[in-house]
T-cell receptor, first 115, second 114 residues
Framework: DSGVTQTPKHLITATGQRVTLRCSPR?????VYWYQQSLDQGLQFLIQ???????AKGNILERFSAQQFPDLHSELNLSSLELGDSALYFC??????????????FGEGSRLTVL | AQTVTQSQPEMSVQEAETVTLSCTYD???????LFWYKQPPSRQMILVIR??????QNATENRFSVNFQKAAKSFSLKISDSQLGDTAMYFC???????????FGKGTLLTVNP
């Protein structure tokens, strides 16, 4: 158990819909990262938050947005869903911005299926 | 931008034998971290081993060891005495010293056969 909690574990929805994925980082971790894993693109970095502020942005679509709340949990919002958004979405956390051992701790992922 | 390349999409090994997974990366940074993560069928991403670039000694964790060649930008993973539970997708990952995110390779699917 990494200590990172993601909900829901599975989600099935229709094209055009909007979903919210939730992540609670490990106790004490201030950084939260979102990754998308698909068969054709592999593991792609989406976005990172540190202590409530956006710190780095990767290949995140404009239809997607995220935020980190004062209690440090984070949500990833996916809207106007398309078939190609079907993927496994991981949340990871780390203690700081870039310090320590550099290790990220991953949740179990949220499997999104868009029909 | 950093890139990570895993040239072996799939590998197989017999139980109790040794296997080496390859990884190369490209960066202009001098200080960075390298990782191998394992993703079994349960899909959980599990850290196998880490290497700090400033350390010349290769990291070892029980049956797992790495061959880190900084000049060649190579970071291979050796699994000794392979076990059935080692069957998983293995990802090589890079993290810069001043960057915040991990960049992953495409992964190598390792199957350990009885």
């Amino acid at each position: 158990d990494s200590g990172v909690t993601q909900t829901p574990k599975h989600l099935i929805t229709a094209t055009g819909q909007r979903v919210t994925l939730r992540c609670s980082p490990r106790s004490g971790d201030l950084s939260v990262y979102w990754y998308q894993q698909s068969l054709d693109q592999g593991l792609q970095f989406l976005i990172q938050y540190y202590n409530g502020e956006e710190r780095a942005k990767g290949n995140i679509l404009e239809r997607f947005s995220a935020q980190q709340f004062p209690d440090l949990h984070s949500e990833l919002n996916l809207s106007s869903l398309e078939l190609g958004d079907s993927a496994l979405y991981f949340c990871a956390s780390s203690v700081g911005l870039a310090g320590g051992t550099g290790e990220l701790f991953f949740g179990e992922g949220s499997r999104l299926t868009v029909l | 931008a950093q890139t990570v390349t895993q040239s072996q999409p799939e590998m197989s090994v017999q139980e109790a034998e040794t296997v080496t997974l390859s990884c190369t990366y490209d960066t202009s940074e001098n200080n960075y971290y390298l990782f191998w993560y394992k993703q079994p069928p349960s899909r959980q991403m599990i850290l196998v081993i880490r290497q700090e670039a400033y350390k010349q000694q290769n990291a070892t964790e029980n049956r797992f060891s790495v061959n880190f060649q900084k000049a060649a930008k190579s970071f291979s993973l050796k699994i000794s005495d392979s076990q059935l539970g080692d069957t998983a997708m293995y990802f090589c990952a890079f993290r810069g010293g001043s960057n915040y995110k991990l960049t992953f390779g495409k992964g190598t699917l390792l199957t350990v056969n009885p």
